[in-house]
C-alpha cells in the first residue's frame, strides 16, 4: 500500500505535466507563443469610451427645456411644429415667430425645440399674437433695398417688385399716360399734364394724335415729379417792334421766330425783346405753334447764318421756355409694351425715371396672373387709402424703410416677403430692436413709392403679462 508521501509526491508529478502541457508546445508541432494581455486590454478601454461619448451625445441631443424657460421662450415641439410661448410658466400657442418676438425685449427672447413629452404636464394657456403677422422677419443681413420698379397692369392696377427687376425691363424716353380724364406726357423722371382745352391742337403740333395712350392709377402717377403743363406759349407784347437785329431781319417784332443755320442743322429762335432771344427746341417750338399768336410767326420764318446773331443776347433763364420742359419727346411707347417706373435705391434724390416692359414678359404675365400680394386685411381699417395693385417681394428678403419725402424725418416700416407693409408704431426703435434691428439697417424710402405697398397690421412691441401695446 502507497504512503501518504508516495500520495502527495504523485499530485506533484500530475501538477507539474498539467503546467508542462499548458504552457508547452505540442510534441512534434509548432510552439506557441503566449499572447500579450496588452491589445484586449487597449479594446476594451477604446469600447468603453465610445459607450460613455454615445451616452453623453443621445444626453446632449435629447434637448431639455432651458433654464428660465418660465418668461420669454418660444417653443417649437418636434415632430409637429406646434409653437408655445411662455409667459409665467404657462405655454400659450403663438401664432408665428414675429408675434413672439414683439412681446420679447430685445436679445431675450430663447428659442427651443423639444418633443411633447418634455412639455407634457406643463399648463397651457389661450393663443396669442397676431395671425396677421409675417411668420418671421428677414434677417438683418437678409434685408434688400436695391431697385424698386412698378408696372402698369392692363386693368390699370400697379404691380411692384422690391429688389427685383423683372425679365425685360428697359429705360424709355416718353409715355403718353390718361388719369381720369386727363392726359399727361412723363418724360424721364417729369410728368406734365395737358389741359383738355389744350388737348387736340398740342396733340397735332407734338404729333402724338396716332401714339398709345395708357390708363394709369394716381399712386403710380405720383412716382414721377410734378412738372410745368404743356400749354401754348403766348408772348403778352407779341407784335411789338424791336431793335437790335440783324439787318436781314430788321423788321422783327415780340415774336418773331427766326432760323438759325447750323452746321447739324436749323435751330428755332424766338425775338423775345430788344436784342433778345431764346432758343426753342422741338417740343417748345410746337407749344409756339399752337398758340394763336404764335403761330402765324412759324409760317416761312426768316433764316440767318449763325454769325448774324452772334453779337445777340441768347436768354437762357427766366424766358417764355419752362427749364423741366424736355427738348423732345423722343421715341414713345408703343401698345408692344406697359409703362413702368424704376427707382435706383442709392440715388433716390434722382427720382423715379420711365421705364417700358414688353407686353409679353413672363415676370408681368405672373403679376397679371395673380403673383405677390394684392391685397391686406388691415387695409380696410387704416386711415390712408389702400393701394392699388400687388407686391412681389423676394421670399426670406424685405426692406426697413423710412417713408421720406426728401428729408431724415418719416414713419418706419418693415416690407415683408408676403409684400406687406408694416408699421413699427411711435415706439419704431424699440420695435426695431425686438425685430433684430438698429437703425443702420433703415434704407429711405420716398414716400410715393411706399403708398404702392399694400398695408399689413403695425408691428408694435408688446406686454405679454397684459397683451397690450407698450
Not at 253 to 261: A, C, L, P, Q, R
Request: charged share 15%; aromatic share 6%; proline share 9%.
Amino acid at each position: 500500500m502507497a504512503s501518504n508521501k508516495d500520495i502527495l509526491n504523485a499530485q506533484r508529478f500530475n501538477r507539474r505535466r498539467l503546467v508542462t502541457a499548458f504552457i508547452s508546445g505540442t510534441p512534434g508541432g509548432r510552439e506557441l507563443e503566449s499572447k500579450s494581455f496588452v491589445p484586449p486590454l487597449i479594446g476594451g478601454i477604446v469600447i468603453s469610451l465610445l459607450m460613455l461619448g454615445i451616452a453623453f451625445a443621445m444626453g446632449k441631443f435629447s434637448p431639455t427645456l432651458p433654464d428660465n424657460w418660465q418668461n420669454n421662450t418660444l417653443i417649437i415641439v418636434k415632430g409637429t411644429g406646434a409653437r408655445y410661448y411662455s409667459v409665467q410658466g404657462v405655454l400659450h400657442p403663438i401664432y408665428n415667430v414675429t408675434s413672439a418676438r414683439m412681446r420679447t425685449p430685445a436679445g431675450s427672447l430663447q428659442t427651443v425645440s423639444v418633443g411633447e413629452k418634455v412639455i407634457a404636464g406643463i399648463p397651457r394657456g389661450d393663443a396669442i399674437g397676431e395671425p396677421e403677422a409675417p411668420d418671421n422677419v428677414p434677417a438683418p443681413a437678409d434685408l434688400k433695398a436695391t431697385e424698386w420698379n412698378a408696372c402698369v397692369m392692363e386693368n390699370a392696377s400697379t404691380h411692384t417688385w422690391v429688389s427685383i427687376r423683372p425679365d425685360g425691363l428697359e429705360p424709355v424716353t416718353t409715355t403718353l399716360v390718361k388719369q381720369g380724364d386727363t392726359l399727361y406726357v412723363i418724360a424721364e423722371n417729369v410728368r406734365h399734364r395737358i389741359e383738355p382745352e389744350h388737348l387736340e391742337v398740342l396733340k397735332n403740333t407734338l404729333n402724338i394724335n396716332d401714339s398709345p395712350v395708357f390708363d394709369v392709377p394716381a399712386d403710380w402717377l405720383n412716382l414721377f415729379n410734378n412738372g410745368t403743363p404743356f400749354t401754348p406759349i403766348s408772348l403778352d407784347n407779341s407784335g411789338t417792334p424791336v431793335s437790335g437785329m440783324p439787318s436781314s431781319v430788321h423788321d422783327a417784332v415780340v415774336g418773331t421766330i427766326i432760323n438759325v443755320k447750323f452746321p447739324e442743322g436749323d435751330h428755332h429762335y424766338l425775338v423775345i425783346g430788344d436784342g433778345q432771344l431764346v432758343q426753342l427746341s422741338d417740343v417748345s417750338y410746337a407749344m409756339y405753334q399752337a398758340s394763336s399768336t404764335g403761330n402765324p410767326y412759324t409760317i416761312d420764318p426768316p433764316t440767318v447764318s449763325v454769325g448774324e446773331i452772334a453779337n445777340i443776347h441768347v436768354v437762357t433763364e427766366g424766358g417764355p421756355v419752362p427749364a423741366d420742359w424736355p427738348d423732345t419727346l423722343g421715341t414713345i411707347t408703343n401698345e408692344q409694351a406697359r409703362p413702368c417706373a424704376h427707382l435706383d435705391v442709392s440715388d433716390i434724390e434722382k427720382g423715379s425715371v420711365l421705364s417700358a416692359i414688353p407686353a409679353d414678359s413672363p415676370d408681368l404675365a405672373s403679376a397679371q396672373s395673380g403673383m405677390g400680394t394684392s391685397a391686406s386685411p388691415a387695409a380696410s381699417n387704416s386711415p390712408h387709402p389702400p393701394a392699388v395693385g400687388s407686391t412681389s417681394v423676394l421670399g426670406g428678403s424685405g426692406v426697413l424703410a423710412r417713408s421720406t419725402s426728401g428729408g431724415s424725418l418719416g414713419a418706419v416700416m418693415l416690407i415683408s416677403d408676403t409684400g406687406l407693409s408694416h408699421g413699427l408704431g411711435l415706439n419704431y426703435s424699440e420695435a426695431m430692436q425686438r425685430l433684430g434691428y438698429d437703425e443702420n439697417s433703415i434704407t429711405p424710402i420716398p414716400g410715393p413709392w411706399i403708398a404702392l405697398i399694400p398695408e399689413g397690421i403695425d408691428l408694435k412691441p408688446i406686454d405679454p403679462a397684459t397683451g397690450s401695446a407698450s
